[in-house]
């Protein structure tokens, strides 16, 4: 069974093109856009001030120098910070010279804190189309308000409400089922992913949770359970999977006709399907 080439894989930036620059940086999406990918993904956080900003995880202790959850600080906290040297130090350990493949910015807005505001202007200004995967993190702490402020940022670009989900330039995604019936109940044609890390055992069967088509397992679970795969092909469903980094697991991917790679490595996935 190949399904190989018939159908466009898309080839999503996994926070930017987080191999080669410091993940949710401007310079990590500015590579990932130049890279050619087609869609950019992000984690959404929201600070003690209100603002939705692009951090992975709870604290910037491992991204940034700064201490500290990202909820309990304001968005001019952060914007103090440097969130790219972490990755410089990180990749350069034990070598003696800077490889070629390191660009560092120059300017410090490249790798300061990212606003999500920021990201959808850098697609909106890139002239050719980028989609783009909105994660939202943390969602039942803030019961409701991070969906709440990413649908009023999505309206001020004229996202939140498209024609019809496959003309859609975003898509929210989540491991919370709870967020995505959200996002669904503020907008009927968003498309929402739900996120999957393991395969539960009520979803065995190809089902996800009402409302939603897309699902967003995880590579293990592509690797370990590819028929559960087929069945959601089967039943109609796109599949978006994380985090596809090995060649290998790109084949795979190929082969079960998997409509979303969601890559820390754009560029070399983007030449390994010939694009
Ligand atoms: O794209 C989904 C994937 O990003 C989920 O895992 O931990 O990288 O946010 P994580
Ligand atoms: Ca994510």
Known sequence: MTHARQHRTQVVAHRGASEDA???TLAAYKKAIEDG???L???VRLTADGHLVCVHDRRINRTSNGRGAVSALELADLAALDFGSWKYRGSLHHRDEEPDWVHRPEDPAETSVLTLERLLALIADSGRRVELAIETKHPTRWAGQVEERLLLLLKR???DAPASPEESAVRVMSFSARSLHRVRAASPTLPIVYLMQFLSPRLRDGRLPAGVRIAGPSMRIVRNHPLYIERLKRAGHQVHVWTVNETADVDLCVDLGIDAIITNRPRAV??????
């Open 41 to 43: 993904e992000c984690d």
């Open 270 to 275: 983007l030449e390994q399907l010939g694009r």
């Open 22 to 24: 410091p993940e949710h």
């Open 37 to 39: 990918a087609d869609a």
């Open 157 to 159: 670009f004229g996202l």
